[in-house]
């Protein structure tokens, strides 16, 4: 591959972002291989953080769900599960860590804005400006059967609530004002008298009076991550999010296009169109020569679909149960069973079964694929694989040509996953002027190349703030 | 790992420190040894979580609460208990760290989840300190009806503690059986549902995080606000050592802490000078604790009282940095070489070092006796 002259593409300086994400639930984190490490102890995620660290990542990333999945009403024992509330495990790396961003997926359907917003706002004062916030939404009364107030909310209500949320969070982080802390024990007073403003909120999701108990940090507010793909989940994020976890960033056309439609959606809400970062999630599977990278991901992919997983992700796309099929026999021969609700919570949901079963039936028959053959080349491939001077060629022109921003990686080996791409790739990434050589800020935000929190620009940045 | 020893082995006294904020006196911040834009740093928490380690203390507790502290013009910020414990634990190794959660309005489900990763991240050295969000306001800031009435909040103590510990024990300790030949990770006959229903709410687990390092955490409150069954050291308060005494005695839980607040002489001030002190600005509210204002030897002997009627102290400093320096510096030290409290030892659970046995999981009835111990 020729390098790409760096004068001649859309963004010559553009520099790419990595993040880590810590998945802990699902069968993409190989739990089977003798260097598997233990998924729940702090030393996991201490030395992924520091892998991390030590390769300049902007972000170390935590996912969350508030209910342990489930197929067909049983409890989904196959893959990796049982993971640490995500600001708990974050407050304690923030100890442990100096740059890094701590990012923690939280609900905003099963949480409320005053102890929430406190969370982060903690978060970001231990790590000295350092939290951002994966925002997501739940609507089925399967999870809410964890909470009080049940599986309340209406699917069309989500959004609505969870931009209702960051109103009243974004009150709160700004309910102190700049300086409003006393620089001396001498000083009349704590707080600045008048400096500490209440939030009073009454909308349709919350109704709210409260003082707000924490001062800004050093980045203003925690930076805003989003993961929804529908319209209506872009349009949160043009409207709110600072970074974007996309599923665009495998295929350089697709990215593009994503890419060029969020770009569009914040023009549209009056953000420059370089005003948030898109990060789509990846997995990056490198080997010294193109055969090697490829042999290791064969290997991965019989690690992460063991005939058992293989059966369970058919399973759901039919709709049967399979588990006492044959993994390495052929494709079942029953027409998938089409119904409302199955059942299966927690895992991915099958738009149009009866379609995606007759491109299996058709590839498997073209190619002579066993069903666990089939569910590895078809299912989901969001993935770069090559040696770290080809990945890097790519990644640059994916960069430069304005398609990402970067990537959230997501390691298949915990917790070692990230040593060959901060060993191998980071440097030639280094080497093309594409990845940072030290840490410029301070901040997730400085170091991400953000702006100020919406709130808190002046006049016409602000149209979106409310 | 969590070897017990047995209660008769351990040291004759516990020593608990609060160490919310700049001390137990509202006005405490006038005479901290930093300005108040320093309290909410990564360096002032980590900093005094260890003098209190290496001081010897038992157990750091931390006060929290949804409304801010204090009232003008002493109202001041504070970072979530579990957040700055969490962090505490990751810059500390062998003291024990109990946040203070209320869970009047809070979600049991989070709460649980929270305090089982803090006890992963210490490796087994947390604990909970339950209390109750009494004023109204609290419901206002969560956006709850109000729980009105003391009744109330002890029922959703109690519900909101049963939920949490039933949680714990939703995942037994060795769910996690990696099993190659059948391609399961988790034994689903290991995971059990807790379909908890009480008097306002229902919970139906089981808990997204495994079962904490020990099992369940020691969970500390007071006897007449949570029920003792539920509790592992009871909280007693009284104004002298025979009211506390008469109040452990009736704790009917396995240790029971006395509160006690403490003002030292410093090299500098007496303890009534450093009282009187921040008098002027706002009043030290009488809580019915036991109040020691004085020398340092005088609360040596009073501690040495104390340890014949109660298992620990949960000691509540004037003025954090100034009376901890003494405690570290004097108090501890005497203590020690009277061998009425020992310092945690190191790779020790917090049950193990209040000689408490690692509780037996209420959903593995099946599994023979003594198993429990050999995991």
């Known amino acids: 591959m020729t390098r790409t002259d760096p004068l001649d593409v859309p963004r010559p300086h553009a520099r790419l972002h990595f993040g880590v994400f810590f998945q802990g639930v699902n069968h993409w984190t190989i739990w089977s291989a003798p260097d598997s490490g233990a998924q729940i102890d702090p030393a996991s995620f201490r030395r992924v953080a520091q892998t991390a660290e030590r390769g300049l990542f902007d972000a170390f990333f935590l996912g969350e769900g508030l209910r342990l999945r489930e197929v067909d009403g049983k409890i989904h024992d196959l893959d990796v599960a049982g993971r640490p509330d995500a600001i708990t495990q974050l407050a304690a790396l923030a100890a442990v860590t100096r740059r890094i961003g701590l990012v923690s997926t939280s609900n905003s359907t099963f949480n409320e804005p005053a102890d929430l917003a406190r969370r982060l706002s903690g978060l970001d004062l231990l790590s000295e400006g350092r939290a951002g916030w994966n925002v997501v939404t739940t609507d089925n009364a399967w999870t809410g059967a964890n909470f009080r107030r049940g599986g309340y909310l209406d699917h069309a209500d989500r959004y609505r609530r969870a931009e209702e949320f960051l109103t009243v969070a974004r009150a709160l982080w700004d309910g102190w004002q700049e300086g409003a802390v006393a620089g001396s024990v001498g000083a009349p007073a704590w707080s600045a008298p008048g400096a500490v403003h209440r939030v009073r909120h009454k909308g349709p999701q919350f109704d709210v009076d409260l003082a707000p108990t924490l001062p800004r940090s050093a980045q203003g507010h925690p930076v805003i991550f989003q993961a929804g793909d529908s319209g209506e989940g872009r349009d949160f994020a043009a409207r709110n999010a600072d970074v974007i976890f996309s599923a665009h960033g495998t295929d350089f056309d697709d990215a593009l296009a994503f890419a060029d439609d969020i770009r569009r959606r914040l023009r549209t809400v009056g953000r420059p169109d370089d005003d948030l970062r898109i990060l789509p999630g990846t997995e990056i599977i490198i080997g010294a020569t193109e055969e090697e990278a490829q042999e290791k991901k064969r290997w991965i992919r019989l690690q992460q679909v063991t005939p058992a997983t293989a059966l369970g992700i058919a399973g759901l796309l039919w709709n049967i149960d399979l588990s006492d099929r044959d993994a390495d026999g052929p494709l079942p021969k029953e027409d998938p069973v089409v119904a409302e609700n199955d059942g299966s919570f927690g895992a991915r949901r099958i738009a149009d079964p009866r379609a995606v079963v007759a491109e299996w039936r058709a590839k498997a028959e073209a190619h002579g694929w066993s069903l666990r053959e089939t569910v590895i080349a078809l299912g989901p491939q969001r993935g770069h694989v090559g040696t770290p001077s080809g990945l890097a060629d790519k990644f640059a022109h994916f960069v430069r040509h304005g398609a990402i921003d970067g990537f959230n990686v997501t390691p298949y080996l915990i917790p070692d996953g990230l040593d060959d791409i901060v060993d191998l790739l980071v440097p030639e990434l280094q080497e093309r002027g594409v990845y940072r050589t030290e840490y410029t800020g301070t901040t997730l935000r400085e170091n991400l190349g953000l702006r100020a929190p919406l709130t808190h620009r002046s006049a016409p940045d602000r149209r979106q703030a409310g | ?375």
Do not use: C
Not at chain 2, 24 to 43: G, N, V
Not at chain 2, 110 to 117: C, F, G, N, P, R
Not at chain 2, 183 to 198: K, N, V
């Open chain 2, 1 to 375: 790992m969590f070897s017990e020893g047995t209660p008769l082995s351990g040291p004759a006294l516990h020593l608990a420190v609060e160490l919310d904020g700049d001390g137990a006196h509202p006005a405490a911040w006038r005479r901290a040894a930093h300005a108040p834009d320093q309290l909410l740093t990564p360096r002032r928490v980590a900093r005094v979580a260890a003098l209190a380690e290496n001081a010897g203390f038992t157990l750091i507790t931390l006060d929290d609460g949804v409304l801010p502290p204090g009232a003008a013009p002493d109202a001041v910020g504070r970072i979530g208990a579990v957040e700055r414990a969490a962090f505490v634990a990751a810059s500390t190794s062998t003291i024990g760290i109990a946040p203070v959660v209320p869970v009047t309005y809070a979600e049991p489900f989070h709460v649980a989840s929270q305090l089982a990763s803090l006890d992963h991240v210490s490796a087994g050295r947390a604990g909970w300190v339950v209390t109750e969000e009494e004023r109204p306001e609290a419901a206002r800031a969560w956006g709850r009806p109000p729980v009105a009435d003391a009744e109330a909040r002890a029922r959703e103590s109690r519900d909101g503690v049963e939920v949490a510990r039933a949680l714990w024990d939703s995942w037994e300790d060795d769910a996690v059986i990696r099993s190659v030949a059948t391609s399961r990770y988790l034994d689903r006959e290991r995971l059990h549902y807790i379909d908890f229903t009480g008097d306002t709410y229902a919970v139906k687990g089981p808990a997204i995080v495994p079962r904490p390092p020990q099992g369940q955490l020691v969970v500390l409150g007071r006897p007449d606000r949570v029920p003792a069954a539920r509790l592992d050291v009871a909280l007693v308060e009284g104004r002298d050592p025979a009211a506390v005494a008469t109040a452990a005695a009736v704790a009917g839980t396995p240790r029971v802490f006395a509160e006690v607040e403490v003002a030292l002489d410093t090299p500098r001030d007496t303890a009534s000078e450093r009282v009187a002190d921040l008098e002027r600005h706002a009043p030290w509210r009488d809580r019915g604790r036991l109040r020691h204002i004085g020398s340092a030897d005088q609360l040596v002997a009073l501690l040495g009282e104390l340890s014949r009627h109660v298992d620990g102290v949960r000691l509540h400093p004037l003025v954090i940095d100034e009376d901890l320096a003494v405690l570290s510096r004097l108090v501890l030290p005497a203590l020690t070489e009277r061998r009425l409290v020992a310092r945690p030892l190191p790779g020790t659970s917090l049950r193990s070092t209040l000689g408490l046995q690692r509780p037996a999981n209420r959903f593995a009835a099946a599994a023979p006796a003594g198993q429990e111990d050999a995991r």
